[in-house]
């Protein structure tokens, strides 16, 4: 039977060929590969943000013990450092994108791009190396 | 001849276009995604004050608990609840579903309901309490 064409058989979501496609058409670079990778975080994100800030909820505002207890338990470590690196590669897509639609200007475009790299990069690090202070030290 | 001036994106939205919920959502979900990145330099710093505990500890949770505190919290989880949603309604649409124009604004009406409905869900045991 005839497989009928359908309009998402197209998007780069789907279509694993689309790199290779575009790159005979003329280039996008990283292009595709980065709308991907939008997604792919995005898509990381709902399960882990929203057992983060459910987390969230009870501990935001909760003592150093308690804060402490559950970021040394096992899964909330591993899913926490997951959250913390799925969010900062998304914010340094999606940010990045910002800059690209309204900074016109080549050296401060390069700038902007490298202070929100570095930025994720020290956060993300600092982020990640309490958890496992936290968990080690447990 | 005198040439016009052409308004520049980001400054054609509300003058030189029509409102529309779709477009308002738009740019929201972009400035949701601004505020919460900038929110998790927080969000790293609160890990950071947990693990070093002290007076690191102390003052991020003083801080976390005053009135300012609290409405930087309710404004970010307002954010992360809608960004959420409506990055739902865009990977939908990414996979090629719901580019109906009555899709486009009943997934818009259902992502704004269900953001409130979240940050009350998230806020109501504070309330309670």
Redesign the interface.
């Known amino acids: 039977m005839a497989h009928t064409p359908l309009l998402s058989d197209g998007t780069a979501l789907r279509d694993g060929n689309v790199l290779r496609r575009v790159g005979q058409l003329g280039s996008a670079h990283d292009g595709v590969r980065e709308w991907q990778l939008q997604r792919k975080s995005a898509l990381a994100l709902i399960p882990l943000g929203i057992y983060f800030v459910a987390s969230m909820v009870r501990l935001a505002t909760s003592d150093q013990a308690t804060a402490a207890q559950w970021l040394a338990s096992p899964v909330p470590a591993l899913l926490t450092i997951l959250f913390v690196l799925a969010l900062f590669v998304h914010a340094v897509v999606g940010l990045r994108s910002v800059l690209l639609d309204y900074v016109h200007t080549r050296a401060l475009l390069v700038a902007g791009e490298l202070s929100v790299r570095a930025a994720a990069i020290v956060l993300a690090g600092a982020g990640v190396l309490a958890v496992l202070k936290l968990f080690l030290a447990h | 001849m005198t040439r016009m001036e052409r308004p520049l ?2 400054f054609m939205f509300p003058v030189w276009y029509r409102f529309q919920l779709t477009s308002l959502m738009s740019i929201l979900h ?1 400035l949701t ?2 505020a ?2 900038v929110g ?2 927080l ?2 710093w ?3 004050a ?4 002290g007076e690191i ?1 102390a003052a991020t ?1 003083a801080f ?2 005053s009135p300012m ?2 409405l930087l ?1 309710f404004l970010w ?1 307002v954010a ?1 609840f809608y960004h ?1 949603c409506n ?2 309604r ?2 939908v649409w ?4 719901g ?1 109906e124009i009555r899709s486009a604004f009943r997934a818009g009406y259902a992502v704004l309901g269900v953001t409130v409905l979240l940050t009350v869900l ?2 109501l ?2 309330w309670l309490i």
């Open positions: 994106s980001p972009r995604g601004i919460l990145a998790s330099i969000l790293a609160w890990l950071v947990v693990a070093a505990g500890f949770h976390l608990s505190g609290v919290l989880s992360f959420l990055g739902i865009h990977i990414d996979a090629g579903y580019f998230a806020w045991p504070l």
